[in-house]
C-alpha cells in the first residue's frame, strides 16, 4: 500500500517542540508519512531562541524538488520560511496543491521570525495560492496591517482569497477559533482551553494535524475539526509533563499511537 504523504516546510527547533519536529510527530501520530523541507535552523529551547541560521534558498529549492519529484504528496503545510525569497519560490511551487499556510512570524517567546519583507511576501505571492491560512490574532492583525476583531480579521484575510483558521489560544476557560471561508460569514469553534503552560508548539502541531488529515483526504470542514481535537488532546497531555525550564512542548504524538 501507499501511505498518504504530507510535506512540511518550515524551520527546526533543537528544543524538539515547535517547526519541524512538531510537524512531523504530529503527521506520524496521525499515520501519515512525513517528507520535510528546512528553510531555516534555530537554536531554540523552552526559554527561547538563542539564534536562528536561514538555509540558503538553493537548497530550499533542491530539497523541495527532491520531494516533489519523488513522492504523492498529498498536503503540504508551511511554517517559519524566514525570507522573502523563500515565501515566493514555495508559491511558485505549491500553487494548485492543499496547502495550509501557518504563518509564523513571531515566536511564543516574542521573538521575530518573519519581519515587514516577508509580510509583504506573505501578501502578494503565498496567501492567494494557499487552500487555508491558520494564524493567530497577532498574525492576523500583521497580514491585514491592522487590528480587529477576530471574526472580521478572519473575513477580510479570507476575502484575500484562502479559507481562514483564525486561531485563539488561551488557558482559562474556553478557545474561539474562528473559520471563514471566501465570501461566507466567519464561523466560531468554540472548545474548552487547557490549563498549561507546555504549549510550546501549540500552533505548528495544529496546523500540521491539519494538513495530516487533509493529506487523508478529509475535507476541510472536517479537518479543521479534527486538527482542533488533535491539539486539545495532546496539551491534555503535556499539562501533566514536566520538561525544560520554560514553557515546555504540547506532547505531539499519543500514548495509544492511534490517529485521533
Ligand atoms: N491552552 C489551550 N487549550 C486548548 N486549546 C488551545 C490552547 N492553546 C491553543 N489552543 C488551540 O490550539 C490551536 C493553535 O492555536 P494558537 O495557540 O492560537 O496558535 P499559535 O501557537 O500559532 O499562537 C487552536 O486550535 C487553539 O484553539
Ligand atoms: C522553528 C520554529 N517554528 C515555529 C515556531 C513558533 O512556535 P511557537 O509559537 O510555539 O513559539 C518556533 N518557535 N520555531
Not at 27 to 34: D, I, Q, R
Not at 72 to 82: H, I, S
Not at 117 to 125: D, E, K, L
Request: charged content about 15%; proline content about 7%.
Amino acid at each position: 500500500m501507499t501511505p498518504a504523504v504530507a510535506l512540511t516546510v518550515a524551520g527546526t527547533d533543537s528544543g524538539g517542540a515547535a517547526g519541524i519536529a512538531a510537524d512531523l510527530a504530529t503527521f506520524a501520530a496521525l499515520g501519515v508519512h512525513g517528507a520535510c523541507v528546512v528553510t531555516a535552523v534555530t537554536a531554540q529551547d523552552t526559554t527561547g531562541i538563542r539564534d536562528v541560521h536561514p538555509v540558503p534558498l538553493a537548497s530550499v529549492e533542491s530539497q523541495l524538488d527532491a520531494v516533489l519529484d519523488d513522492l504523492p504528496v498529498a498536503a503540504v503545510k508551511t511554517g517559519m520560511l524566514g525570507t522573502p525569497e523563500v515565501v515566493e519560490l514555495l508559491a511558485r511551487h505549491l500553487a494548485g496543491r492543499p496547502l495550509v499556510v501557518d504563518p509564523v512570524l513571531v515566536a511564543t517567546s516574542g521573538v521575530v521570525l518573519g519581519d515587514e519583507h516577508v509580510v509583504a511576501a506573505y501578501r502578494a505571492h503565498l496567501l492567494p495560492a494557499a487552500t487555508v491560512i491558520t494564524p493567530n490574532a497577532h498574525e492576523a492583525a500583521v497580514l491585514l496591517g491592522r487590528a480587529t476583531d477576530p471574526a472580521t480579521a478572519a473575513a477580510a484575510l479570507a476575502d484575500t482569497g484562502p479559507a481562514v483558521v483564525l486561531t485563539g489560544g488561551g488557558t482559562r476557560g474556553t478557545c474561539t477559533d474562528w473559520l471563514a471561508l471566501p465570501g461566507q460569514r466567519p464561523v466560531a469553534r468554540t472548545h474548552r482551553a487547557v490549563p498549561t503552560t507546555n504549549d510550546h508548539g501549540t500552533g505548528c502541531t495544529f496546523s500540521a494535524a491539519l494538513a495530516a488529515h487533509l493529506a487523508r483526504g478529509a475535507d476541510l470542514d472536517a479537518a479543521v475539526h479534527h486538527a482542533g481535537l488533535f491539539t486539545v488532546r495532546q496539551l491534555d497531555v503535556s499539562r501533566r509533563w514536566t520538561l525544560g525550564r520554560g514553557r515546555g512542548p504540547v506532547a505531539h504524538t499519543t500514548p495509544t499511537g492511534e490517529p485521533a
